[in-house]
């Protein structure tokens, strides 16, 4: 059983594309990130929720919009794609200690 | 939230142990040491985590001198599999609502 799952994998599209990432967790954990690492491998985080209400918001474009469903799901919508926005988005959830990592959906905006 | 500097790349080979080292000066009382394993095209895993002194576990060991502003993550033996991205975290594990930040990360080559 996949504890950290995301959908899809690789997702190509183009410039101003509206497209939705989607992240969940099984491990009954409290906590949901969004993570973006781009091509030069640096990680930063972009939201985190916690139970369904957002406590994380770094400061990223408003045409990123995180929900937040129920406290096991935690998807990205991401209005008008820009070519910056390509990269690896990783989806983590936690309670306390260990953050548990999906395996990565790779965005490429042409 | 405590920065933590830790070299950009590091080489190694077969058999060998690599210590990996962690500088945080700024370091928070409630904060703890945790690293975390990178492959490529992988989430990142979580490694070791450690508050004072020596943590072993199957993988790695953690050692954190009393000041508590740096700390040393050492693989031993590693093999070519150990080729991975290491990074060095500190933050409060406690709290859910921590902000966990990543840093540059140590890129460790592994070679026959």
């Known amino acids: 059983d996949t504890a950290v799952s995301q959908t899809p994998k690789y997702l190509v599209t183009q410039m101003g594309n509206d497209k939705s990432i989607k992240c969940e967790q099984n491990l009954g954990h409290d906590t949901m990130y969004w993570y973006k690492q781009d091509s030069k491998k640096f990680l930063k985080i972009m939201f985190s929720?916690?139970?369904?209400?957002?406590?994380i918001n770094e400061t990223v474009p408003n045409r990123f919009s995180p929900k937040s469903p129920d406290k096991a799901h935690l998807n990205l919508h991401i209005n008008s794609l820009e070519l910056g926005d390509s990269a690896v988005y990783f989806c983590a959830s936690r309670t306390t200690g260990e953050l548990f990592f999906g395996e990565g959906s790779r965005l490429t905006v042409l | 939230l405590a920065k933590t500097t830790q070299p950009i790349s590091m080489d190694s080979y077969e058999g060998q142990e690599v210590n990996i080292t962690c500088s945080h000066n700024n370091i928070a009382t409630n904060d703890y040491i945790t690293w975390y394993q990178q492959f490529p095209s992988q989430g990142p895993r979580f490694i070791i985590q450690?508050?004072?002194t020596k943590v072993t576990n199957e993988v790695a060991s953690l050692f954190i001198p009393a000041d508590r502003k740096s700390s040393t993550l050492s693989l031993p033996r590693v093999s070519l599999s150990d080729t991975a991205v290491y990074y060095c975290l500190v933050g409060d594990e406690d709290s859910s609502a921590s902000k966990i930040i990543f840093g540059s990360g140590t890129r460790l080559s592994i070679r026959p």
């Open positions: 929720y916690n139970n369904k209400e957002l406590i």
């Open positions: 450690g508050y004072k």
